[in-house]
């Protein structure tokens, strides 16, 4: 049986790729009376339970499901920040 971990991915555009999501807050923020907000840019938060037999394991499987279906390599990056989630004991009946 292996450990769960719980991963936290960021998903963002490359800087070099336009936002209009962002520049549409931006505008937003700046009509609201919020003259001193800079860039915004706008991106996507997942968070995900899983199993595997140890953190290396775990690294290479969110890796490859970000690559694979939650991020478009061609425009956005990601990131992702995995913790071990603790074991929950065994019940006795």
Do not use: H, W
């Not at 807050?25 to 800079?38: D, E, K, N, P």
Request: glycine share 6%.
């Amino acid at each position: 049986m292996g450990q769960n971990y719980q991963a936290q991915i960021y998903v963002t555009l490359r800087p070099s790729v336009l936002d209009p999501a962002g520049t549409a807050v931006q505008s937003g923020l700046a009509q609201m009376g919020y003259t001193t907000i800079g860039q915004v840019r706008i991106g996507k938060y997942v968070e995900l339970t899983l199993e595997a037999e140890d953190e290396t394991i775990a690294q290479e499987q969110v890796d490859r499901i970000c690559d694979q279906l939650l991020a478009n390599p061609v425009i956005e990056n990601y990131r992702f920040d995995l913790q071990p989630l603790p074991q929950s004991a065994p019940s006795t009946s």
